[in-house]
């Protein structure tokens, strides 16, 4: 999942980011509503956290921009004012959630998964190929009987491998989706941890390269078609 965070008290964005990092999730940061919405028309994000009460460009304005244009980003926005009539008025530009401060971390997750679940498309919680399962909730895989430790990279991309159907996805799409505005796209990151990822769901390996365009994990439905 590819997050945003706009939100002008740096320690809190910085504090939300960490901890949004520790649950395996890519994300930004902006300090500012301009910068936020720079980063939003450049990348596409499974989700937004914005404050609402942002100097110069309003996290209303940002909302209410980033929803006209069409884009199918989630915004999950944050207040300093829990009160009835500021949630509404949030809601109405938009947004589709709504979190007041202060607020406990462990909400802030739910939240953001949530709203994460219901991006386009959305993804079911438990993704399967072969005999591989991967549950997005409760942060495990499994192929067949066993369980398989993977770091939270190693997670991101079999998840973004699985959510694609059987369809290849490209390097790029990979280091976009999993990693985030910081990471060097001439790097070897991408390969040196589908190499890792490979060894540990182990033999016969069920991560394809497809020479030329990235990697695919067969769907169950093709490789049975294949077996027909």
Same mark, same amino acid.
């Not at 706009?6 to 740096?10: A, I, L, S």
């Not at 959630?97 to 401060?101: H, M, V």
């Not at 390996?205 to 390269?209: L, W």
């Given at each position: 999942m590819r997050i945003l965070v706009?939100?002008? =008290?740096?320690p809190?964005?910085?504090?939300?980011v960490?901890?949004?990092?520790r649950?395996?999730?890519?994300?930004d940061?902006?300090?500012d509503?301009e910068s936020g919405?720079e980063?939003a028309s450049?990348t596409?994000?499974d989700?937004?956290v914005?404050?609402?009460?942002? !100097?110069?460009?309003s996290g209303? =304005?940002l909302?209410s921009?980033? /929803?006209?244009?069409?884009?199918?980003t989630?915004v999950?926005?944050?207040?300093?004012?829990?009160?009835?009539?500021?949630?509404v008025?949030?809601?109405?530009?938009?947004a589709d959630?709504?979190?007041?401060?202060p607020?406990a971390?462990?909400e802030?997750i739910?939240r953001?998964?949530?709203l994460?679940?219901?991006?386009? #498309?959305?993804q079911p #919680?438990?993704?399967?190929a072969l005999?591989?399962?991967?549950?997005?909730?409760?942060?495990? /895989?499994?192929?067949?009987d066993?369980?398989?430790?993977?770091?939270r990279?190693e997670?991101?991309?079999?998840?973004v491998?699985l959510?694609a159907?059987?369809a /290849? /996805?490209?390097?790029e799409?990979?280091l =976009?989706?999993v990693?985030?505005e910081?990471?060097?796209?001439f790097?070897?990151?991408?390969?040196?941890?589908m190499?890792?990822?490979?060894k540990?769901?182990g033999e016969p390996?069920?991560? =394809?390269?497809v020479v030329?365009?990235?990697?695919r994990v !067969?769907?169950?439905s093709?490789?049975?078609?294949?077996r027909d």
């Open positions: 706009v939100e002008d =008290e740096k809190l964005a910085d504090a939300i960490r901890g949004l990092r649950e395996g999730m890519a994300v940061v902006a300090y509503g919405q980063k450049i596409r994000y989700v937004l914005l404050d609402r009460d942002l !100097p110069g460009m209303d =304005e909302c921009r980033l /929803v006209s244009s069409g884009e199918l989630r999950l926005m944050l207040t300093a004012s829990g009160a009835v009539e500021d949630r008025a949030g809601l109405s530009l938009g959630d709504y979190l007041a401060k607020f971390f462990a802030l739910a953001v998964r949530a994460g679940r219901r991006a386009t #498309p959305a #919680p438990l993704l399967t005999e591989l399962a991967l549950d997005s909730a409760r942060r495990t /895989v499994h192929r067949g066993g369980e398989v430790e993977l770091t990279k997670f991101g991309v079999l998840e491998l959510s159907g059987g /290849v /996805v490209s390097s799409e990979l =976009e989706r990693w985030d910081n990471a060097d796209p790097t070897t990151t991408v390969r040196v941890t190499m890792t990822l490979r540990k769901l390996s069920i991560i =394809e390269t030329g365009s990235g990697y !067969p769907s169950a093709r490789a049975e078609h294949a």
